[in-house]
């Protein structure tokens, strides 16, 4: 049976939006950045292609709703003091690139894409590290120093085989380098 031409009706997309990006990220995790297109993806999920461009306006749009799922997890514990806050948000921030590295590698071959759960993470940091007291031309450079040893880390973990449970030695001297790097800021 041949599949009809166009853009499917609003009224007939047989799959909601969670569902694909369900199946994107199932598919990105498994086969690689490199296999994540939308026909590979329709073709798993037996749809049209355009469904998918229906719900996401584009690869982009694709790539920024996973990171959205992925990252909304990511959050600042409610208790602490602003640099302890600080680790358990990396920490946080750590396990979920761990379980799902391809994405990470996406988002930084798509310079377009800055999903908006990246911006509100980097912008808790942010906070975090005024409540600290560094001055406001050390701040910037203390995030991206955490932000990019969090997501080296991870992705050189990931990339070993290391497992997402926080079980290798790897990971574990993650969270000891980690503590090494947040006494810097006391």
Do not use: C
Request: charged share 25%; glycine share 10%.
């Amino acid at each position: 049976m041949k599949r009809p031409r166009g853009r499917p009706p609003r009224a007939e997309t047989p799959f909601a939006r969670d569902e694909i990006v369900e199946a994107a990220l199932d598919l990105l995790d498994r086969e690689g950045t490199d296999a994540l297109t939308m026909r590979a993806l329709a073709d798993r999920l037996g749809i049209n292609p355009m469904t998918i461009h229906h719900h996401f306006g584009g690869r982009d749009g694709l790539i920024g709703a996973m990171s959205e799922v992925v990252y909304a997890q990511v959050t600042v514990p409610e208790s602490g003091t602003p640099v302890d806050r600080i680790g358990g948000l990396l920490k946080a921030y750590h396990a979920q690139v761990l379980r799902h590295p391809a994405l990470t590698l996406l988002i930084f071959s798509r310079p377009t894409v800055f999903p908006q759960q990246a911006e509100r993470i980097t912008n808790e940091i942010s906070a975090l590290l005024a409540e600290v007291g560094l001055p406001d031309d050390r701040a910037p450079l203390w995030r991206d120093l955490l932000v990019d040893f969090t997501h080296g880390s991870a992705l050189a973990t990931a990339m070993s085989g290391g497992d997402s449970q926080g079980g290798s030695r790897k990971d574990q001297g993650f969270t000891m380098a980690l503590r090494e790097l947040l006494m810097g800021l006391g």
